[in-house]
């Protein structure tokens, strides 16, 4: 992905005062009680996670791989979601949100945009068993929102929009009866990585079980203003998760203004969690998920 660097213009500048008018906390306001982190970037166990959340007041954590093992959580047994459960529990500590890799993976029939993107159809024939795994796995951990994507990034990214609508749909169907909601993840590897593309997607899908797991950072990849600008494009009312790249917090060129994205979500009634996910890898990266989330609640308190 790229990385543009992007200063707030005096335009910019304006239009977020705009937005944050006299009114900017008419709605709930985000606070340390709606902070949540995936685990597999904050730790190296699963234990570990449970601690990085004790540490800093958190009630909430995300998953998607278990931490120091391979695999992730939607695709475990029963045995070991149960206890994780458990432990979750015991901890005082909710899941807010499961991230999958569904349909992060070679739409069949599809020219991918890179050259050496795996092509394995098998993946796609066992959508609707991976889903199934995934609500079994959400019913057991207690959370009612599941991430999925919307394919390898092809040549024609709005070409293939009614394929990828169509298999959402299919999904959300099936996730509807056990009262999930599939939140589509803007990944700018996937087919929709931006605001825009977000939302030509969603205008296809007005069904109450798929909403949006917003990543402000992944839109600024594809050379959008995420914020305002892109946001602004955003139906509000279906934004029901939010990430937050460690990068987007800490000093340096993918710097952005998270005081004001609050503030405009708070106004504009968003009741979800906010998710550290921090993607600054290697052997900092534990280290940077506790600078990162530090200055995630310092911001919530400016």
Excluded at 212 to 234: C, S, V
Excluded at 248 to 270: C, H, N, T
Excluded at 271 to 299: A, C, D, Y
Aim: glycine share 6%; with cysteine.
């Amino acid at each position: 992905m790229s990385s543009p660097s992007r200063s707030w213009s005096r335009r910019q500048l304006l239009a977020t005062g705009a937005m944050l008018a006299p009114s900017a906390f008419a709605g709930s306001r985000i606070d340390r009680s709606r902070v949540s982190a995936i685990t597999d970037e904050i730790a190296k166990t699963p234990a570990e996670g449970i601690q990085f959340a004790r540490q800093y007041g958190l009630k909430w954590l995300e998953l998607r791989k278990v931490p120091g093992a391979p695999g992730e959580y939607f695709m475990m047994d029963k045995a070991f979601l149960e206890q994780a459960a458990k432990e979750f529990r015991d901890a005082g500590v909710r899941v807010s949100f499961l991230n999958t890799s569904m349909l992060k993976y070679w739409l069949p029939g599809t020219e991918p945009a890179r050259a050496n993107a795996k092509k394995d159809p098998a993946r796609y024939e066992k959508r609707k068993e991976e889903l199934e795994r995934a609500l079994e796995a959400a019913h057991i951990l207690g959370v009612n929102k599941v991430r999925v994507f919307t394919f390898t990034r092809t040549t024609d990214p709005a070409g293939v929009l009614p394929r990828v609508s169509d298999a959402i749909a299919e999904l959300a169907e099936i996730a509807g009866r056990s009262k999930t909601h599939l939140l589509i993840e803007n990944e700018p590897a996937c087919n929709v990585g931006g605001n825009a593309e977000l939302v030509s997607l969603l205008n296809r899908l007005p069904s109450r079980w798929v909403g949006i797991n917003w990543d402000p950072l992944n839109a600024q990849h594809t050379k959008e203003i995420a914020f305002p600008d892109g946001y602004r494009m955003l139906p509000a009312r279906r934004i029901e998760n939010v990430q937050i790249k460690g990068k987007s917090v800490l000093p340096g060129p993918e710097l952005m203004d998270w005081v004001a994205i609050f503030r405009q979500l708070a106004k504009d009634g968003y009741k979800g969690q906010v998710g550290l996910e921090t993607h600054i890898f290697g052997e900092i990266q534990v280290q940077k998920s506790h600078e990162s989330i530090k200055e995630i609640l310092r911001l919530l308190e400016t």
